[in-house]
T-cell receptor
Framework: DAKTTQPNSMESNEEEPVHLPCNHS???????IHWYRQLPSQGPEYVIH???SNVNNRMASLAIAEDRKSSTLILHRATLRDAAVYYC??????????FGPGTRLSVLP | DAGVTQSPTHLIKTRGQQVTLRCSPK?????VSWYQQALGQGPQFIFQ???????QRGNFPDRFSGHQFPNYSSELNVNALLLGDSALYLC???????????????FGPGTRLTVT
């Protein structure tokens, strides 16, 4: 019962930007939008999170729609190391993280 | 700064046996969550420990139990193992005190459990 919808898979070319979409039409006003990624044979890794405003960090940018019903994770220049499963998660204090199946990103050299 | 560590890395058990998995959180973190990840699926939340008590629990049977020690490390115990318990078990640590609205979780590499 994940509250987000993501494409099963996406492909990108190395050194090109990647836009990973996430729909969350039932988001509540206090839900944070989290992104994690899981590289092969590793545990998930925090990427970024936000509430209303767009967010940037050293790994990626998070663009949040004005109505907050969707968001996009932006990798500015994909590298082979970015090939992973990317999870979009809604989270609120007192709740546990609910992971869906995520988007499997392939990066082509 | 050591991140989240888990032991053992791999484990093979027989149906009906019991298993204990261990987790040491990232330095400074006081909250530990456990997840089960079946092949090809996202992690599923088992439970979370804070201040040595189970604070939240997912949809897992009582065969799954845990413990948190005063140094914040944690154990996951599974009794009466079933073939379906074969999975990657992940531990995640975070800061979970009151007043924190949302937080980053740091995951360990996991323990791969195979039940035969």
């Amino acid at each position: 019962d994940a509250k987000t919808t993501q494409p099963n898979s996406m492909e990108s070319n190395e050194e090109e930007p990647v836009h990973l979409p996430c729909n969350h039409s039932t988001i509540s006003g206090t839900d944070y939008i989290h992104w994690y990624r899981q590289l092969p044979s590793q545990g998930p890794e925090y990427v970024i999170h936000g509430l209303t405003s767009n967010v940037n960090n050293r790994m990626a940018s998070l663009a949040i729609a004005e109505d907050r019903k969707s968001s996009t994770l932006i990798l500015h220049r994909a590298t082979l190391r970015d090939a992973a499963v990317y999870y979009c998660i809604l989270h609120n204090y007192g709740q546990n993280f609910v992971f869906g199946p995520g988007t499997r990103l392939s990066v082509l050299p | 700064d050591a991140g989240v560590t888990q032991s053992p890395t791999h484990l093979i058990k027989t149906r009906g046996q019991q298993v204990t998995l261990r987790c040491s959180p990232k330095s400074g973190h006081d909250t530990v969550s456990w997840y089960q990840q079946a092949l090809g699926q996202g992690p599923q939340f088992i439970f979370q420990y804070y201040e040595e008590e189970e604070r939240q629990r997912g949809n897992f049977p009582d065969r799954f139990s845990g413990h948190q020690f005063p140094n914040y490390s944690s154990e996951l115990n599974v009794n009466a193992l079933l073939l379906g318990d074969s999975a990657l078990y992940l531990c995640a640590s975070s800061l979970g005190g009151r007043g924190i609205i949302s937080y980053e979780q740091y995951f360990g590499p996991g323990t791969r459990l195979t039940v035969t």
